[in-house]
């Protein structure tokens, strides 16, 4: 009988493991999605104007403590790169477009070409080196 629960908590022990580690490796990747190819953002939809080469959209959330490493690194490289700007967007107030947009967590962040294209997305806080290689796509 002991024998068995030990078995089955070891098995629940990897699987939560493995499961961690995926999870970890995924988050903040920025990514192309099939179904964000065709989609554009404009000014009304963002609040703001598009970056002249690019735009750096982030969705935040008041208690989210990822949303304000997200957001220095984000303004860092806005402010590094020529031509790209960034948008901070709440996502709470902003539902509708969350919907729309298929987010699903905070932060999420969109990189955008000059016509609103969206090029790249990662749902989690990217790394600054990854967000600079996903403006290649963009500029």
Known sequence: MTTTGLVVCAAVLVAASVFGLLHRRADG??????DDGERRLDSGDLGAELGARATLVQFSSAF???CRATRRTLTEVAELVDGVSHV???AEQRLELVRELGIMKTPTVLVLDATGRIVRRAAGQPRKVDVIAALGAAV
């Open 29 to 34: 990747r920025l990514k192309v999605r099939d």
């Open 64 to 66: 989210c403590q990822p």
């Open 88 to 90: 901070e967007l709440d």
